[in-house]
């Protein structure tokens, strides 16, 4: 069974650090990585996509993608109030475009 | 690009009503849509992949007749939630892509509440 872990936190940063968001996956056949951020009442909104091995810088986010390890993470710099949300890291492309997510990690960044 | 809109937002009914959610792709053609359901505090549960001109596939433990889908066009998928008890209240989100390997766009979800 394909499956993708996260620690369910919460995870509390003050404001102004990095927070980082782990997550580890069981396909090898995935090809696709995405980042989500859910707002609670909300749908999940995409922060970052990433493919290959490395990081990916998008503003504040980062994403890093190890594929030998089977392990993806968010980093998030200079982290807001606005930031305090559940992340939700998704793999695909390892058999047809379902995605399979994780249960997510919620953060709080504190003021 | 990649907008999803979906339609109602919210829906407040009583048991036994079946109610309709549609799921729009606006800007993109979306040969797949997928339907989740969100109870609350809970991760995304996906319930069926919805396919244009044919059958939906359900997921293991979701009820085909209960929830019926339809994938009538390239940018049209509906979700019947048929009889709905409360139990069946939930937050339903669809969402589409448009390449196999590119990410899934999400509707902004419609919240059911059966009375």
């Known amino acids: 069974q394909k499956e993708v872990e996260q620690n369910s936190g919460p995870l509390s940063v003050p404001e102004g650090a990095i927070a980082s968001l782990n997550c580890t996956y069981s396909?090898?056949?995935?090809?696709?990585f995405f980042w989500y951020r859910q707002y609670s009442g909300k749908s999940p909104e995409l922060i970052m996509s990433?493919?290959?091995?490395g990081d990916k810088e998008d503003g504040r986010f980062t994403a890093q993608l190890n594929k030998a390890s089977q392990y993806v993470s968010l980093l998030i710099r200079d982290s807001q109030p606005s930031d305090s949300a559940t992340y939700l890291c998704?793999?695909?492309?390892?058999?047809?475009?379902?995605?399979?997510f994780g249960t997510g990690t919620q953060l709080k960044v504190e003021l | 690009g990649a907008v999803v809109s979906q339609h109602p937002s919210w829906v407040i009914c009583k048991s036994g009503t079946s109610v309709k959610i549609e799921c729009r792709s606006l800007?993109?053609?979306?040969?797949?849509m997928f339907w989740y359901r969100q109870f609350p505090k809970q991760s995304l549960m996906l319930m069926a992949t919805?396919?244009?001109?044919?059958?939906?596939?359900?997921e293991q433990g979701v009820e085909k007749d209960k929830f019926l889908i339809n994938h009538a066009s390239l940018t049209l998928s509906t979700l019947t939630v048929t009889s709905a008890h409360p139990e069946d209240s939930s937050f339903y989100i669809c969402?589409?892509?448009?390449?196999?390997?590119?990410?899934?766009?999400f509707g902004d979800g419609t919240r059911l509440s059966i009375l």
């Open positions: 969402s589409a892509g448009i390449e196999v390997l590119e990410p899934q766009h």
């Open positions: 396909d090898r056949g995935s090809q696709s």
């Open positions: 990433i493919y290959s091995n």
């Open positions: 998704a793999g695909g492309g390892g058999g047809g475009n379902k995605l399979t």
């Open positions: 800007d993109f053609q979306a040969t797949t």
């Open positions: 919805s396919n244009e001109g044919s059958k939906a596939t359900y």
